[in-house]
């Protein structure tokens, strides 16, 4: 009996869709990220880009759960001396809410190009709208 292995040219990539309302964001980032890297399908393949494309609506509602909200802090480098700022997640949601998913997002998938390839993959939206009704994604519940 062989391996089945998934290649390029055979996957046909589905669209589905999630609501960030009330989910803790740690959970909806797992979820997300198994789906772009194809984990749910029978023929998940590590090496060969089979995930699905994920649509992520209400970005700005996500929970967090303790102190995370205050505690935790995002850092941009400008690339000049002292040229480091740093953000907590209240700023962050109050002035990119999108940024918060894709970087959880981003930090579960492994760190290498078919991963980069993946997070193209990810569709977030800070509202309830979003510009892919006419891919018809199925809703997925976290």
């Known amino acids: 009996m062989k391996t ?3 290649k390029k ?10 609501d960030a309302e009330g989910k ?9 990220a198994n789906i772009i890297r194809g984990r749910h399908k029978a023929a998940y393949t590590p090496s060969v880009d089979n995930g699905d494309f994920v649509v992520i609506i209400n970005a700005e509602k996500v929970v967090l759960t303790g102190k995370k909200e205050v505690q935790n802090e995002y850092m941009f480098f400008s690339g000049f001396v002292g040229g480091e700022s ?7 949601r109050a002035r990119n809410p999108e940024f918060i998913i894709t970087h959880a997002v981003k930090g579960m998938l492994p760190k290498n190009r078919i991963a980069r390839k993946m ?6 939206f800070a509202g309830p709208k979003h510009d ?10 976290v």
């Open 4 to 6: 089945f292995l998934a």
């Open 9 to 18: 040219e055979t996957v046909q990539p589905k669209w589905h869709l999630i």
């Open 24 to 32: 803790v964001l740690g959970r909806l980032a797992v979820k997300a």
């Open 86 to 92: 740093f953000r907590n997640m209240a700023q962050q």
């Open 119 to 124: 997070l193209t993959k990810l569709r977030v």
């Open 132 to 141: 892919h009704d006419a891919q018809n994604p199925v809703v997925v519940s």
